[in-house]
């Protein structure tokens, strides 16, 4: 099936998600015996105007696996032209001439919508605005536990933390939301809480949710538990309550004592003070595992792009 931009977890239908699941699996052989040579007439721009860590150098080393070049600025902010004032759709159309790919991470919701708008080349959303969509973390988050609990019909997952921003959470909503009689708990304080754009499509679809601010009570009955870090300045009027929030969501060893043996603790990553560093030994800790999946994911996409 060819993909001609990646912009949203909607796109995804449950045939495209097989097979991007195939794919994965085939790459990560690839990937362990160092690589391949396919697709060295290829070329990917990475435009990132916002940090990132995981998904700038997994796109860039999963094209570099797959025999492509990298083209990049660190900071499109500051050291593209857009510091200039050039406007999103002009750096896109001259990166056009230039590349066969653009992986862009852009500050504002819907700026991977208006690059695809005026692009040849396809453009993969890497994370758009605060409270936009996340969808190739979405992606391998979905892998993960596909890999992990070898399916994902009738799971019990958690989001927890800040789900009213987080867009990763965001995006696997909406994936989750084509499997049939999963249950999603939504943890968080109501400030944070997921917002009804994410319900209104849950209920449209007839996926069981309920929204809770209890992790303990949700803690023991659940198969994954997602948890994302919360950001004071999200917290708006009730960022004195920071403190007191981080510690009613963190998850140390006496958390792990509640959950099922068979559950995994997944985390998009940066971590801050969400997981205590003594999970990490955990056979259920699951979110170094999610990191690598995302260069089996991503170069998968990138496979079904060209
Ligand atoms: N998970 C994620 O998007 O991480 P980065 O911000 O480091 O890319």
Redesign the pocket.
Known sequence: MKLKHILESQQFTRPLLNELFTVADQMDRVFLRGGTQDYNNKIMATLFYE??????FSFEAAMHRLGGRVISTENARDFSSGAAGESLEDTINVLNNYTDVIVLRHNEIDGSKRAAEVSQVPIINA?DGKGGQ?PT?ALLDLYTIYKERESIEGLKIAFVGDLANGR?VRSLSYLLGKFERVKLYFVAPEVIQMKNDILEYLDKHEIWYDTVENLTSVIPEVDVVYQTRIEKERLGEQAGEYGKFVKEYYIDRNVLQSMAKHAIIMH???RLKEISPEVDSDPRAAYFRQARNGILVRMALLSMLF
Do not use: E, F, M, Y
């Not at 940090?51 to 700038?56: E, F, K, N, V």
């Open positions: 940090p990132s860590t995981r998904t700038r994370g996340h973390q990763t998009p990553l940066p």
